[in-house]
């Protein structure tokens, strides 16, 4: 079956501090997407990044970075020098092919993350 | 700029009362999904359109239904809300693919 697991419920550090948020992963698709978002407390669901399948290369964006890694199943998010408004509820997700032709996205349980000044 | 609008923000309804949740989107997507996410939760797929096909949720309970009269408009109703009911709803769209744009969310309460 598709899962997402996110272990860390919450994670508390201290502005400044680097962080990495843990994704594993599990699917029977050759083929599936990756996702990060972030939902800070206003509820919207802000979309951070996309990796597919094929691609393993890891990504920098400003103080964002991910790491995946198909032999572990994992997509780990990294923030370097954490603000406080990078205090949000991040999920990771994992798409499913439906049969209408399209995809769901099988979500983690969310890590919550508080970065304190 | 094109995006994807939920009105109203916050909804209040009384148990049992008949509720309706709107969603529409200027990035003309064939594919537009309801989500329930409740407190602390993720968010949970309710069902979702893909053109004019509607395409339920095995475990979405029936009291949840959906309406897409357009491309660009998509409701919700809830015919008997719960207490149970209460949480944010999210819309999200897409153009076939697997990336998913998300509305803002409304937050429904019932009382």
């Known amino acids: 079956a598709q899962k997402v697991t996110q272990a860390q419920t919450e994670i508390s550090v201290v502005e400044k501090e680097d962080v990495t948020l843990d994704c594993v992963y599990e699917t029977r698709d050759t083929t599936y997407y990756l996702f990060w978002y972030k939902q800070p407390p206003s509820g919207e669901l802000v979309f951070l990044i996309r990796r597919n399948s094929f691609d393993e290369q890891n990504e920098i964006s400003g103080r964002y970075s991910w790491n995946f890694q198909k032999s572990t199943s994992s997509f780990n998010f990294t923030i370097t020098a954490s603000q406080v408004v990078d205090s949000a509820v991040y999920f990771c997700a994992l798409s499913e092919g439906l049969t209408s032709g399209t995809y769901k996205y099988i979500f983690g349980t969310g890590t919550r993350l508080k970065v304190l000044a | 700029d094109a995006m994807v609008i939920q009105n109203p923000r916050y909804q209040v309804t009384q148990f049992g009362k008949p509720v309706t949740l709107s969603c529409s989107q200027t990035l003309n997507h064939n594919v537009m999904y309801w989500y329930q996410q409740k407190s602390s939760q993720a968010p949970k797929l309710l069902f979702h359109?893909?053109?004019?096909?509607?395409?339920n949720e095995a475990d979405t309970p029936d009291n949840f239904q959906s309406r897409r009269p357009n491309t660009s408009f998509c409701f919700l109703d809830i015919r008997s809300p719960g207490l149970g009911d209460a949480a944010m709803y999210l819309c999200?769209?897409?153009?076939?693919?697997?990336?998913?744009?998300f509305g803002p969310g409304t937050r429904l309460t019932v009382t």
């Open positions: 359109y893909y053109d004019k096909d509607f395409n």
């Open positions: 999200a769209t897409s153009l076939t693919g697997a990336e998913q744009y």
